[in-house]
């Protein structure tokens, strides 16, 4: 016998399992017909599309931040009359933040997609990526090597 979901309790079991294993439940419970899971399911998907929607407009926002830190660099490399507050260095910081605010809404576009499927994985991943950034900087200090690559520090899965 199905019975009548809230959007309270569906959201609730969304952020508590993950989306398809909520699903799951509800039809195995019997909560829930399998005809409407499979509206259910579409739905799940159709969010899903208007996040990576969200994350290739993001991705577009990056690469445009990305040229123009470029062609500061590029314009910086080119010998100057020395200023401790030359405008190179401001406009690089500048870009740099906006870079940063573009890369860090990428990422919240992807653990958000990531938790709707696996709330766990999703609140695990932004801890592992600290503590694996605290552990490259001390790599690097250690080293004495500012462009120390070390993909072993990172769970990519």
Known sequence: MTRE???????EAILDNGAFAALVDYVNKGDISPQDASVFLGAIFKY????????????????MALQRVAH?????MVPKPWQAADPRVLQLAHELTTLDGWVTSLN???????????PQRGKEKPYEL?????????KRRSELHLGLHAPDLFKLA
């Open 130 to 138: 600290a503590k694996s950034m605290e552990a490259l900087w001390a």
């Open 108 to 118: 919240e576009t992807n653990l958000t997609m990531i938790g709707i499927g696996n």
């Open 5 to 11: 979901i809230s959007k309270k309790e569906s959201t």
């Open 48 to 63: 899903y599309l208007a996040k990576v929607r969200e994350a290739q407009s993001e991705v577009r926002r990056i690469e």
């Open 72 to 76: 500061i660099c590029e314009s910086g």
